[in-house]
């Protein structure tokens, strides 16, 4: 033996049994760690691919400010192309179209399938100038001809709509619907990863032809020169190119889709940390038992001339040894949690997501995390190991723990965590200051257990007649081991219920916000805008009340030298509030209409007016049509995920582009069953004009489902943090056995029977599960409300707490069925000892 | 007689006015109420009382394993108790053995490791240790269990591996605690005579703590703690004597000590007033 060290390996080994419980717990953690690096790594690279399939190589996007169907305005191009820095430029023309595969009717007479249409982006381009940015990858067919009556589909789109070479399909376009041939198609790289892969190309003659002016183009990609700043850039040439033109850098585009993934990825990553801090606990729990019973061992290395170092290190390298064989085990099954993962927050972001790979860094980055918390996690209780009087050695039984413990410091640990969570501090600060909350209640535990068993140990000796009175005292009299394992419990059923409620006042909220904002029955959309007339079409179908049409665009909201593209809406006030409303923040339906109609006031998402720190009544500067304009603010809403954002007057629509509405809001009269209005439109309308119609409860629904899916991350997290504490408990139980072997002994040579000392550590178990359970109330629910004031950022609209009553006899049951499957094996171990070996036992 | 910090220069470890309490709550027993003891390089001592007489305190006083509330202990001279701990542990790696009533093994090491366990502590290489590795284990009679874990081994033939490691680091003493208490009357008498062998053939000085009077009688003097202080030395004469003629007096040599325990209870009962740190009565002779 070369080293002291060896016994670290050796007593590893020696108790693998044990030890694959708490290795269990450190693996669960680690792999939630890698789940979410890796399933972080692919959200982050879809955004890049996004923000890299529309900007390809181009530094600086270019779009005409207002609606979607403006365009730039004439001259932009060269103009642009003259300016000092740019390398090289290419225009295009994109179409918001509508991609019908069913064209004819089908053999046996039936009418086209319309179920398989789709929304497309049509994109027409100039292939010379727009391919050095946008690589096109050819893997069928051939490239488009210039003004041909064909176009190139991606490989996914392809695929998602059974499209071949050849093929004859129909484009909604402005001028009406198109027939186009498929001439090819494209790999989803360069060009094909724009829209994820709902895009299809075009020449630019041929989209011009469709958009009914031989002029028109609504998009540019500037290359600049080496050493160009895309920010700079724009600052300078701004005034050059007027305030019709809205710039932004190419990596700031996908802006809501960038926000959303970085709150997936936040509320990913403090899930994470939970998990692994659930794991640390394990860690910690396992090594205070083992250093409590091997006090004799640590007495005598100290007897013997070891240094309190020299034992701390064997304590240490033991717990670096179980950490990195856990951490290992946890890359494993973190692989298999991303799959999952990754699966649910593409349904979530209703994208394609890129393929896993394997993140090498990111494993590296895990383990040593894992080994690195597994060492830290037993410091203290190495710490107690090296503390060990050498005299310790010369006692039978294992070491009271005598030290005096001061609550003041753990009670400033909780009341500094609370500050945190609840100030308005960043994300980082506030999930840091969960930790110390969660923190000073597992510090402030070994104070409560005894009066609590005490108090509820009554209701659990039950259990078991006769014997359930001592598995309570031992809990009365304990501290430290049994203190922890229950503050264990005790996190993990505080985060059920915190996420529990958070889920709850929620699905709430968004219910309250839903009806107000949306209001109206249905929503008919365009794919791009809509032909005039189709709102008497609208109006005349049997079923539909009233109507208010809405236009979207983007502008860009100046805040000094800052400026900020945003997606814009324009309504009618005179029709909206008649149809729909908003979740007011501040401002009411009559002040905000009286305001729109008059003009020059806009209304605000209040998560946007906060940011800016503007409030109702102030004024703001956007970028318009006819250059830079003030608007007063009407009022500010509660916004849902992107919403509506900025919402203008048709007042103003002069400033706003074209006019033509690219969706309506819906009411039908009293009486009418939304899904047959809404058959009604799609048959009498929907033949000749491409329409998106989605009544109030299907979009309800997608929200729901939106938001069921962001929680099931986190109660996917929640089942392997309560597998972790569940194995504290059987850890901790199995110690408790072992200790009062000779104890069990002596009350089965006294009378007790097999089934009751059975029950002794169920009483043991479940008065631990009910202490913790107990405590968990107040802890679950301060925590819910931290979670729940940090909602804002991420959905856009504030949530209420309340209270979760329907949430405390589920958890109470989660509780007590911790306790039961916990005690299995121990109960079981325990019931088995014969009595002749345990009076023997040392 | 006043605790002076002098000892005659043949005494391995001396006691100088030792007292030792204990807070238990509210309550403040005084286990060492002030007691002397010299004991000579290459003695063998016994010391007796009841449960709770402080024996295995002033054991762990001797070994440096903890500090006395007032007094000193002297190692070969050297004072003990005003060192710091890193330095009487430093000191109990190559000067002091101790060898437990419960073995104190390590369960995962082998008998071999068991023994060099000390060396390993000091960080010895082991081609540097191997050779009196080698002649422990013959002494202590394991040479055919050394790759053997404790939980192989008898009780007897554990508590053999506990010696073989205290008497590795050559010792200045040998501390024992309650050795034979738990073992049988046969394996208890092999390792008292492994105590005896170790003093006649390495010279090796061993304070024994017992409650045996069977146990003590294998020691040169026997010593009783009573009350916090210290009565004797019975002097049994056994130094390493013609190991036969040991043998056969050895139950003449338990009724002495029984004897001389009920005449110290007598003394005891009779109230007869001590002047703490000194002892009670002079040295009882038997001469055998």
Known sequence: MRSLSTLAYRGLVARRARYLLTAAGTMLGVAALFGVLVT????????????????????????????????????????????????????????????????????????????????????????????????????????????????????????????????????????????????????????????????????????????????????????????????????????????????????????????????????????????????????????????????????????????????????????????????????????????????????????????????????????????????????????????????????????????????????????????????????????????????????????????????????????????????????????????????????????????????????????????????????????????????????????????????????????????????????????????????????????AGSALSAGHAVLLPDATASGMGVRRGQRITLRTNLGVERFTVAGTYAQLGNGFGVIASTADLSLFGSGRPNAFLVSVKAGAAPDTVRKAIIDRIGAHQPLLVQTAAMLRAQAHSQLRGFFSLAYAMLVLAGATGMLGLANTLVFSVLLRTREIGMLRSSGAVRSQIRGMVLVEAATLALVAFVLAIPLGSLLAAGLIAGQRATFGFTVHFTFPWRLVIPVGLIALMIAAVASLLPARRAGRIEVVSALRFD | MSAELTMDGACAVAARGLVKEYRRGEVVERVLAGVDLDVRRGSFVSVMGPSGSGKSTLLHLLGGLDRPDAGEVLLDGSPLSSLSDEDRTLLRRGRIGIVYQFFNLVPVLSVDENIALPAVIAGRRERAYRGKLDEIVELVGLADHRTKRPDELSGGQQQRAAIGRALFVEPAVLLADEPTGNLDFRSGADILALFVEAQCSLGQTIVMVTHDPRSAAHGEEVLLLRGGSMAGPLVLNTRCRDAARIDRSHEARSRAVLRWLEQQEQLDDAAVPRDPGTRVQGPATLKV
């Open chain 1, 40 to 591: 972080a790594g692919v959200t982050s690279r879809a955004l890049s691919d996004t923000v890299h399939g529309w900007a390809g190589r181009a530094d600086v996007v270019i779009g005409p400010i207002g609606s979607y169907d403006s365009v730039l305005p004439v001259g932009v191009d060269t103009r642009v192309a003259r300016l000092p820095g740019v390398e090289r430029t290419t225009s295009t023309l994109g179409i918001r179209s509508l991609l019908q595969r069913g064209l004819a009717p089908k053999a046996d007479g039936m009418p086209p399938d319309l179920s398989q249409d789709q929304i497309v982006f049509l994109q027409g381009v100039d292939l010379p100038s727009y391919a050095p940015l946008h690589p096109f990858t050819l893997v069928d067919g051939r490239q488009f001809h210039p003004g041909g009556r064909e176009m190139v589909v991606t490989r996914s789109l392809a695929g998602r709509m059974h499209l071949r070479v050849g093929q004859m399909v129909a484009m909604a376009t402005p001028t009406g619907a198109v027939q186009m041939a498929i001439a090819g198609v494209i790999g989803d790289t360069g060009a094909g990863q724009a829209d994820n892969g709902g895009v299809a190309y075009t020449s630019l003659p041929t989209a011009r032809a469709m958009y009914g002016r031989a002029d028109a183009y609504n998009g540019m990609d500037v290359v600049l020169t080496k050493g160009t700043t895309p920010r700079a850039w724009i600052d300078q040439h701004r005034a050059a190119l007027g305030d019709r033109v809205a710039m932004q850098p190419a990596s700031q585009i996908a802006g809501g889709f960038r926000t959303f993934v970085a709150a997936v990825n936040a509320a990913l990553g403090l899930i994470s940390v939970i998990a692994l801090f659930v794991g640390a606990f394990l860690i910690f729990l396992t090594f205070s038992l083992a250093v409590a019973e091997r006090t004799r061992l640590y007495g005598t290395l100290r007897a013997l001339g070891a240094v309190p170092r020299q034992v701390r290190r064997v304590v240490v390298v033991e717990a670096a040894q179980l950490g990195l064989v856990s951490s290992l085990a946890g890359i494993v099954l973190g692989y298999g949690l991303a799959a999952a993962g990754v699966g649910l927050v593409g349904s979530l972001l209703r994208v394609n997501l890129p393929p896993l790979g394997f993140p090498a860094g990111a494993a590296v980055v895990s383990v040593l995390i894992g080994t690195v918390v597994s060492v830290t996690a037993a410091w203290v209780p190495a710490r107690r190991a090296a503390a060990a009087s050498p005299v310790a050695a010369m006692r039978e039984g294992q070491a009271a723990d005598e030290r005096r413990r001061r609550i003041w410091p753990r009670a400033v640990v909780l009341t500094v965590g609370m500050a945190c969570i609840f100030s308005r501090a960043p994300t980082g600060v506030r999930s840091l200051g969960a930790i110390l909350v969660l923190l000073g209640a597992v510090l402030l535990v070994p104070f409560l257990l005894s009066p609590l068993a005490r108090m509820l140990g009554p209701l659990t000796r039950r259990l078991t007649r006769g014997v359930g009175d001592i598995a309570v005292m031992h809990l009365v009299k304990e501290r430290s081991r049994s203190a922890y394992t229950l503050a264990l419990i005790m996190v993990v059923l505080a985060m059920i219920l915190a996420v529990g409620a958070s889920n709850l006042a929620m699905n709430h909220t968004l219910d309250q916000v839903l009806t107000r904002q949306a209001g109206s029955d249905m929503q008919v959309a365009a794919p791009g805008a809509f032909d005039p007339g189709v709102a008497d079409q609208l109006a005349a179908v049997k079923g539909v009340d009233r109507l208010s049409p809405v236009r979207f665009g983007q502008t860009d909201v100046l805040d000094g030298a800052r400026s900020t593209n945003t997606f814009l809406t324009v309504i009618d006030p005179a029709s909206y509030f008649r149809v729909a409303n908003f979740d007011w923040v501040q401002g009411d339906t009559a002040s």
